[in-house]
Protein backbone atom coordinates (compact mmCIF):
# COMPACT_ATOMS: atom_id res chain seq x y z
CA UNK A 1 0.00 0.00 0.00
CA UNK A 2 1.74 2.97 -1.21
CA UNK A 3 1.31 6.34 1.82
CA UNK A 4 0.04 9.33 0.54
CA UNK A 5 1.66 12.20 2.08
CA UNK A 6 -0.29 15.35 0.75
CA UNK A 7 1.93 17.96 -0.69
CA UNK A 8 1.05 21.29 -2.30
CA UNK A 9 -0.26 20.18 -5.75
CA UNK A 10 -3.41 18.21 -3.86
CA UNK A 11 -4.06 21.67 -2.07
CA UNK A 12 -3.92 23.09 -6.08
CA UNK A 13 -6.76 19.99 -7.26
CA UNK A 14 -8.63 20.42 -4.42
CA UNK A 15 -8.99 24.59 -5.21
CA UNK A 16 -9.81 23.68 -8.88
CA UNK A 17 -12.08 21.19 -8.26
CA UNK A 18 -14.05 22.85 -5.77
CA UNK A 19 -13.79 25.56 -8.72
CA UNK A 20 -14.35 23.72 -11.20
CA UNK A 21 -16.03 20.40 -10.17
CA UNK A 22 -16.80 19.49 -14.07
CA UNK A 23 -13.33 19.16 -15.14
CA UNK A 24 -11.63 15.70 -14.65
CA UNK A 25 -8.26 17.12 -13.07
CA UNK A 26 -5.86 13.81 -12.77
CA UNK A 27 -3.50 15.41 -15.60
CA UNK A 28 -3.25 18.16 -13.00
CA UNK A 29 -1.91 16.08 -10.17
CA UNK A 30 0.73 14.27 -12.47
CA UNK A 31 1.87 17.04 -14.22
CA UNK A 32 2.28 19.66 -11.70
CA UNK A 33 4.20 16.83 -9.74
CA UNK A 34 6.06 16.75 -12.76
CA UNK A 35 6.85 20.54 -13.62
CA UNK A 36 7.89 21.05 -10.04
CA UNK A 37 10.27 18.13 -10.12
CA UNK A 38 11.49 19.09 -12.99
CA UNK A 39 12.29 22.40 -11.41
CA UNK A 40 14.34 20.33 -8.75
CA UNK A 41 16.35 18.94 -11.57
CA UNK A 42 17.26 21.83 -13.63
CA UNK A 43 19.00 23.53 -9.98
CA UNK A 44 20.55 20.07 -9.57
CA UNK A 45 21.93 19.92 -13.04
CA UNK A 46 23.38 24.04 -12.61
CA UNK A 47 24.86 22.90 -9.30
CA UNK A 48 26.85 19.61 -10.19
CA UNK A 49 27.64 21.74 -13.46
CA UNK A 50 29.24 24.73 -11.85
CA UNK A 51 31.10 22.79 -8.96
CA UNK A 52 32.80 21.81 -12.49
CA UNK A 53 32.88 25.03 -14.27
CA UNK A 54 30.60 24.35 -16.49
CA UNK A 55 27.47 25.17 -18.12
CA UNK A 56 24.09 23.07 -19.46
CA UNK A 57 24.98 23.55 -22.56
CA UNK A 58 28.51 22.72 -22.51
CA UNK A 59 27.74 19.74 -20.96
CA UNK A 60 25.46 18.64 -23.69
CA UNK A 61 28.06 19.03 -26.19
CA UNK A 62 31.11 17.66 -23.97
CA UNK A 63 29.09 14.21 -22.99
CA UNK A 64 27.88 13.98 -26.42
CA UNK A 65 31.71 14.05 -27.19
CA UNK A 66 32.18 11.81 -24.41
CA UNK A 67 28.97 8.87 -25.53
CA UNK A 68 30.95 8.72 -28.46
CA UNK A 69 33.71 6.56 -27.13
CA UNK A 70 37.72 6.84 -27.44
CA UNK A 71 38.54 9.03 -29.13
CA UNK A 72 35.97 11.36 -28.33
CA UNK A 73 35.07 12.84 -31.24
CA UNK A 74 32.18 14.04 -33.78
CA UNK A 75 31.32 15.91 -37.14
CA UNK A 76 29.62 19.00 -36.19
CA UNK A 77 26.50 17.64 -37.81
CA UNK A 78 26.61 14.46 -35.74
CA UNK A 79 26.86 16.94 -32.92
CA UNK A 80 23.78 18.78 -34.51
CA UNK A 81 21.97 15.92 -34.36
CA UNK A 82 22.76 14.57 -30.65
CA UNK A 83 22.38 18.16 -29.09
CA UNK A 84 19.13 19.41 -31.05
CA UNK A 85 20.64 22.74 -31.82
CA UNK A 86 21.07 25.17 -34.80
CA UNK A 87 24.24 25.17 -37.32
CA UNK A 88 24.87 28.46 -35.95
CA UNK A 89 24.46 28.10 -32.29
CA UNK A 90 26.91 24.50 -32.59
CA UNK A 91 29.57 26.91 -34.22
CA UNK A 92 29.23 29.14 -31.29
CA UNK A 93 29.17 26.79 -28.59
CA UNK A 94 32.32 24.80 -30.25
CA UNK A 95 34.37 28.33 -31.06
CA UNK A 96 33.52 29.10 -27.01
CA UNK A 97 34.44 25.57 -25.89
CA UNK A 98 37.88 25.45 -28.11
CA UNK A 99 38.57 28.77 -26.33
CA UNK A 100 38.74 27.26 -23.00
CA UNK A 101 40.51 24.42 -23.97
CA UNK A 102 37.89 21.82 -23.82
CA UNK A 103 37.59 20.32 -27.19
CA UNK A 104 39.70 20.98 -30.33
CA UNK A 105 39.12 21.16 -33.55
CA UNK A 106 41.10 18.91 -36.86
CA UNK A 107 40.64 18.55 -40.29
CA UNK A 108 38.23 15.85 -41.60
CA UNK A 109 40.83 12.91 -42.85
CA UNK A 110 37.14 12.27 -45.25
CA UNK A 111 36.20 15.10 -46.19
CA UNK A 112 38.76 17.99 -46.71
CA UNK A 113 36.17 20.56 -46.19
CA UNK A 114 35.29 19.37 -42.76
CA UNK A 115 36.22 19.74 -39.64
CA UNK A 116 36.33 16.73 -36.40
CA UNK A 117 35.66 18.20 -33.00
CA UNK A 118 37.60 16.36 -30.38
CA UNK A 119 37.00 16.69 -26.17
CA UNK A 120 40.16 17.07 -25.24
CA UNK A 121 41.89 15.62 -21.63
CA UNK A 122 40.45 19.03 -19.99
CA UNK A 123 37.54 18.48 -21.28
CA UNK A 124 36.89 14.77 -20.21
CA UNK A 125 37.62 15.77 -17.11
CA UNK A 126 35.56 18.43 -16.95
CA UNK A 127 32.50 16.64 -18.12
CA UNK A 128 33.51 13.09 -16.07
CA UNK A 129 33.36 15.12 -12.91
CA UNK A 130 29.94 16.91 -14.03
CA UNK A 131 28.58 13.45 -14.77
CA UNK A 132 29.46 12.00 -11.40
CA UNK A 133 28.40 15.11 -9.83
CA UNK A 134 25.01 15.05 -11.48
CA UNK A 135 24.45 11.17 -10.95
CA UNK A 136 24.92 11.52 -6.91
CA UNK A 137 22.21 14.69 -7.12
CA UNK A 138 19.53 12.65 -9.15
CA UNK A 139 20.09 10.03 -6.46
CA UNK A 140 19.79 11.87 -3.74
CA UNK A 141 15.82 13.22 -5.60
CA UNK A 142 15.34 9.42 -5.83
CA UNK A 143 16.37 8.42 -2.75
CA UNK A 144 12.50 8.25 -0.99
CA UNK A 145 11.93 6.09 -3.84
CA UNK A 146 12.62 1.98 -3.42
CA UNK A 147 14.22 0.40 -6.25
CA UNK A 148 11.94 -1.26 -7.95
CA UNK A 149 9.60 2.01 -7.91
CA UNK A 150 12.39 3.56 -9.49
CA UNK A 151 12.20 1.22 -12.69
CA UNK A 152 8.29 1.18 -12.86
CA UNK A 153 8.74 5.25 -13.09
CA UNK A 154 10.98 4.94 -15.52
CA UNK A 155 8.51 2.59 -17.58
CA UNK A 156 6.00 4.84 -16.85
CA UNK A 157 7.99 7.85 -18.08
CA UNK A 158 9.08 6.12 -21.06
CA UNK A 159 5.73 5.54 -22.18
CA UNK A 160 4.51 8.98 -21.80
CA UNK A 161 7.52 10.50 -24.16
CA UNK A 162 7.37 8.02 -26.52
CA UNK A 163 4.88 9.86 -28.70
CA UNK A 164 7.43 12.61 -29.09
CA UNK A 165 10.73 10.96 -29.20
CA UNK A 166 12.49 12.04 -32.24
CA UNK A 167 13.28 9.10 -34.57
CA UNK A 168 16.57 8.89 -36.54
CA UNK A 169 15.65 9.54 -40.06
CA UNK A 170 18.64 6.89 -41.26
Avoid at 84 to 98: E, K, P
Avoid at 153 to 167: D, E, I
Amino acid sequence: MIERTRDEVDDLVDAWARERSDLDLDPVAVFSRISRLARHLDLARREAFSAHAIESWEFDVLAALRRAGAPYELSPGRLLRETLVTSGTMTNRVDRLAARGLVERYPDPEDRRGVIVRLTPDGKAAVDGAFEALLDAERALLADLPPRDQARLAVLLRTLLAPFSATDPG
